[in-house]
């Protein structure tokens, strides 16, 4: 038994990484099914598509930019995120993560992908920025990633750096994002046919797993 689930997500998203996690977790709390049985089809999707290469500040900072609230309030809302991906496993170290555009790092994602390195290549990229304090938007970055963490060859990834090879292929996804009316990440769609929006908690996946399967 296999099911298909397609996800439209951003590296940079907490809760596409809480969501993917909560996931993972309802595949291995579904009686019968198994990691291998649920296959994951990634899809790109930009939160912020003119943020610069690489932001000033913290990700407090451009959230109170971004949504027109006080500082206070954006350290609040990302202390909240960080607890609750700490309680799913996860680490967000929001006070040293650095944002920046993702454009690049979905490009890079299509490589991968081609290499059959999908799903490790969204764990190492979504583990850097949300870890390790990397920054996405930046090529040296990027390469480091591409390379050391996801094996993939770096001539490869350093012409897809150079050019605007596969940026048609991220265009056209999140293209179809908004056909479909996804204005937000993270979106499933399980089975072809049940949508899921969002860092649903893992028994909500669970019973959508279930009626797909």
Not at 59 to 65: I, L, N, P
Not at 110 to 115: K, N, P, R, W
Request: glycine share 8%; with cysteine.
């Amino acid at each position: 038994m296999a099911i298909d689930v397609d996800i439209w997500s951003d590296f940079v998203c907490p809760f596409c990484y809480i969501g993917k996690r909560n996931l993972q977790l309802a595949v291995d709390q579904t009686d019968g099914l198994e990691r291998g049985d649920v296959r994951l089809r990634w899809h790109a999707f930009e939160l912020d598509p003119n943020a610069p290469q690489e932001s000033e500040g913290t990700v407090a900072d451009s959230v109170a930019k971004k949504y027109g609230v006080d500082q206070q309030q954006a350290i609040a809302s990302q202390e909240q995120i960080a607890r609750a991906a700490e309680a799913v496993g996860l680490t967000f170290n929001w006070r040293t993560a650095r944002p920046g555009n993702t454009f690049d790092a979905h490009r890079v994602f299509q490589l991968a992908e081609g290499d059959e390195q999908a799903d490790r290549a969204d764990e190492e990229l979504k583990k850097a920025y949300f870890s390790d304090g990397k920054c996405l938007g930046d090529h040296e970055v990027l390469t480091d990633i591409a390379v050391n963490k996801i094996g993939l060859d770096r001539e490869a990834v350093e012409e897809v750096l150079n050019s605007d090879k596969y940026a048609d292929v991220v265009r056209d996804e999140e293209n179809q994002a908004h056909q479909m009316g996804v204005n937000a990440v993270p979106h499933f769609v399980i089975g072809g046919k049940l949508a899921l929006s969002g860092a649903q908690p893992p028994e909500m996946f669970a019973a959508a797993l279930n009626r797909a399967a």
